[in-house]
């Protein structure tokens, strides 16, 4: 693979996405402003790409459709004694590059025009008030639309770094995970991602939540203290780990509330089609893991059965009436 090829496909595929927005322009700004802005045992989910076919397990409208996740990643076998060291790597390359080309193709055409119809139809009906009364969504679609509307405004740049950078993508986006589209994140970066949640929610714990606050009953947002929320966005990755949190107040007190705010609708909303889609039992593994980083659960060394079970736990907790923020204040046990 030559670094003029790599060029190239990523040109293409950048100047496509380009005009793809320019014509899109309406449905993107739609889903922009009306969706909210993830033991020794081996964990369930593996670090290999997802499968590139359906499983017919969970053929439900519970699950996304496959083009809104990572794109599958075929690299060869470890090299063997003999083997080309210019040929071993040449596949290793040719192997990324086509992830790549298919994560962009998703992100920047599928899922575009997947989203389209729902689109329209979420706008007739004014947002989430419309969908829940209509009863007419499924979580596959609310799920299209979230991951649609957060690859669609990384690609642009996503494309100059893969423009840049070739073949040695894989190697640089460990820095700007933040900008890689959800279709083109690699089994790594999404346990990296998941390590760095991990520790910045056990930090916050320990060494940032007043211990008054810890496990106390609260009945809303606006009951939270400040740092209280700074905890509960640290919880479900609403700002970034780069910014400090003692400055946070500074320039960002209105806006972290209002995407908590926002935040709170998407997960009862996701609550309730998980519910409607079959429950807990019909999410593939990798679906499993998303709800569940999306909520706050810890994931890592945990096997399917167990996550499944907490996830069942976080319904009938919300059944219960139990909040989202008791929940994410709550010491961890596990």
Not at 52 to 63: A, E, F, G, K, L
Not at 273 to 294: F, N, T, Y
């Amino acid at each position: 693979m030559t670094s003029t090829a790599t060029t190239l496909v990523a040109g293409k595929v950048a100047a496509a996405a380009t005009a793809a927005a320019a014509r899109g322009r309406p449905a993107v700004r739609g889903v922009f402003t009306l969706l909210p802005l993830q033991s020794k045992k081996k964990a369930f989910y593996s670090t290999s790409s997802a499968p590139s076919q359906p499983d017919p397990r969970y053929d439900s409208p519970i699950n996304a459709p496959l083009s809104t996740l990572p794109a599958h990643l075929d690299l060869p076998p470890p090299r063997k004694p003999g083997e080309s060291l210019f040929g071993y790597y040449f596949k290793i390359g040719k192997g990324y590059l086509s992830f790549y080309k298919t994560g962009l193709k998703n992100a920047a055409w599928v899922n575009p025009r997947l989203a389209g119809p729902v689109m329209s139809r979420w706008r007739d009906d004014r947002g989430y008030a419309g969908i829940v009364q209509n009863k007419w969504i499924t979580r596959s679609d609310l799920q299209l639309l979230k991951r649609n509307q957060h690859d669609f405004r990384r690609i642009p740049l996503f494309a100059v770094l893969f423009t840049v950078c070739g073949e040695f993508t894989p190697f640089v986006v460990a820095l700007f995970s933040n900008i890689v589209p959800i279709t083109c994140r690699i089994p790594s970066q999404i346990e990296s991602d998941r390590k760095k949640r991990e520790r910045r929610i056990k930090a916050s714990f320990e060494a940032f939540l007043p211990s008054t606050s810890i496990n106390r009953p609260v009945e809303g947002l606006d009951k939270l203290t400040w740092k209280e929320k700074v905890h509960c966005s640290t919880v479900v990755g609403r700002h970034s780990g780069l910014w400090p949190s003692r400055i946070l107040p500074l320039p960002f007190g209105f806006v972290l509330h209002k995407r908590l705010s926002r935040y709170e609708v998407y997960i009862s909303t996701d609550d309730l089609l998980i519910a409607k889609g079959g429950g807990v039992m019909k999410l593939s593994p990798p679906e499993l893991g998303i709800a569940c980083v999306d909520r706050g659960i810890r994931v890592l060394g945990k096997s399917e059965q167990q996550l499944r079970a907490e996830l069942q736990r976080w319904l009938t907790d919300s059944k219960k009436g139990i909040t989202i923020w008791e929940r994410w204040l709550a010491l961890p046990t596990s």
